[in-house]
């Protein structure tokens, strides 16, 4: 009797980790976030889960690797767009474009006495991060911001960034448990 619990004991959790182990590697990613990968929505020290999905929705949060290294930044456009910071507005395909998430960061950056005049978003193209003549981004390219613009470690430093990169679009907090659940990240 107890050869046979044993038994099945150990069948189970053999099961129950193939279970784990697919879902990990086919459905999700876990990310432990922190400081640097703060955005609205995300704090330092919380463990999401970013889910793989063929379409990556624009202003979806995507946790994304680069040079074997995760970064979490925000879609800002995607393969056949236009896209144009001048003077703190994003344009995309030739209009304006309202960024609701950055709002109270970008009023504290300005609000500060030294900070005053000077832009929470620097000036760029899609030609000036390729360093080409293309200002549309290719089939399989995604343009990710930080919230926190202040933040270099983007597009704005890495280029744009390639669908393969994007490990998923996080949708999901595991910790702490007191905000357990899905993500607000508007």
Request: glycine letters at 6%.
């Amino acid at each position: 009797m107890v050869r046979r619990d044993l038994f099945r004991n150990v069948f189970i959790t053999c099961i129950l980790v193939v279970i784990f182990v697919l879902l990990r590697l086919f459905w999700f990613t876990p990310h432990h976030v922190t400081e640097k990968d703060v955005q609205k929505g995300l704090e330092a020290a919380d463990y999401v889960l970013a889910f793989h999905q063929n379409e990556i929705p624009n202003e979806s949060i995507v946790l994304y690797e680069v040079d074997q290294k995760e970064y979490v930044g925000r879609v800002i456009a995607q393969g056949g767009e236009r896209a144009v910071y001048m003077d703190d507005v994003l344009y995309v395909n030739h209009e304006v474009k309202d960024e609701p998430y950055i709002r109270s960061m970008k009023n504290t950056y300005q609000g500060k006495t030294s900070n005053t005049g000077n832009l929470f978003t620097e000036d760029f193209t899609i030609e000036s991060l390729t360093q080409s003549k293309q200002g549309v981004l290719g089939q399989e390219e995604f343009l990710i911001l930080n919230d926190n613009r202040l933040n270099h470690e983007d597009s704005r430093q890495f280029g744009l960034v390639q669908k393969d990169q994007i490990k998923g679009i996080i949708t999901f907090r595991l910790t702490p448990l007191g905000r357990f659940g899905f993500i607000d990240v508007e």
